[in-house]
DNA sequence: AGTATAGATGACTGTTTAGTCAAGTAAAGC
DNA sequence: GCTTTACTTGACTAAACAGTCATCTATACT
């Protein structure tokens, strides 16, 4: 019973599109509160710290991300299918949102985790761990391939490990360089990295 | 004529140092000033700004750099040793680095360019800049490697900016992860990126 | 309709921050 | 040794900031 609301849930909205935009370090508690249209009181009513709210508004992110993600590496697909479908669905995604914004953005969890490593250890923490089970698709299909046989690999932890590097690196770059069109090199890097048979 | 100083070398240090541990957006002038032993009266007798201190810092960093690169990727060797032994440049300095503060950084370049490149416009083009700079010895070499036939290489270009994107990112993983072992992970993508005869 | 309760609000405090400035100090050149 | 000039200092202002709280409001449940 009581009031009811939904200044949580516009909390971790601003604050989520905030720090892709921008940056976690570079925001205020003051400036989430405008971007959600929630008076400070009430931040203070839901969240403990600007951290405590990152946090939250990561999790929830990647439970959003986790709905697409399913369906692109579904294990009812060909593995190396699911690699190829989800560098399509970033390139798409990533040209959407500068249509939309004017800004390629890249991975949030990749620029924040990079950003908060060494300083905020709970927002360091929760990152980590998502940019471990987003890399854990990679891992899967890249094994599953292997043991398909569709692809020549001695070793498919390291080829899971450099793949996704080279899409957070991809990403980062399209980023820095705002052109969406570095994500078309995605495909190539990964037929390279990978001996298809 | 008049009284000598190093402060603005110390403040360049300084600010290069904090922007590597930490990030550009978590440091205030107070906190740079404090590291380079200078009052703040001082600061603003050198630059006028955190971002103008930064962009000079960022630039004598690349100078600094350069004098370790030219070496490592001199037109004097093979063109994948270059490639090959720069890994084994940046995985023993991370480990050096990891050894003094406890803490693998990563490349500042890249770290800083994707927290700034939407906020601060200035320090992002100076970091996108000197991203260019470096992934220029890079491409120079896999347009050797191809035009010596070492490897076999359709398009070096788009080997070159791959290859880069592989370096940029796990530098960040290694951050992320605070393991210079991610980097032992380089030479193996080298080789599967390019055809190596 | 009344009440208990979840949430909203804005005014408040103390602190940290950027940025300024007049007065002071050290060294180079005469 | 004196003057010019490059640099230093600490005290200052105003603004931005995090965090608190008593009071007010809406609504779910009885």
């Not at 987003?134 to 398909?148: D, H, I, N, P, Q």
């Not at 990403?171 to 570095?182: F, I, K, L, S, Y």
Request: negative net charge; aromatic residues 10%.
């Amino acid at each position: 019973m009581g009031r009811t609301s939904d200044a949580r849930e516009r909390l971790e909205k601003a604050i989520y599109q905030l720090m892709w935009d921008k940056s976690y370090n570079a925001l205020t508690i003051d400036m989430i509160c405008k971007e959600a249209d929630v008076k400070k009181g009430s931040f203070y009513y839901y969240f403990e710290s600007k951290t405590d709210l990152a946090v939250a508004a990561m999790e929830k992110a990647w439970q959003e991300l986790k709905t697409k993600l399913d369906p692109i590496f579904s294990p009812a697909k060909d593995p190396l299918e699911r690699l190829f479908d989800h560098a399509d669905y970033s390139y798409e995604k990533t040209r959407e949102i500068q249509r939309d914004s004017g800004q390629v953005l890249g991975c949030p969890c990749f620029n924040i985790a990079s950003e908060v490593c060494c300083v905020e250890s709970e927002l360091a923490e929760k990152t980590f761990e998502i940019l471990n089970r987003y890399r854990r698709y990679f891992t899967s299909a890249v094994k599953e391939a292997a043991e398909e046989g569709v692809i020549d690999e001695a070793n498919p932890e390291e080829a899971a490990r450099i793949l996704y590097s080279v899409f957070d690196g991809m990403m980062t770059q399209a980023r820095v360089r705002n052109d969406p069109e570095v994500l078309l090199d995605l495909k190539p890097a990964y037929r390279r990295l990978l001996k298809i048979k």
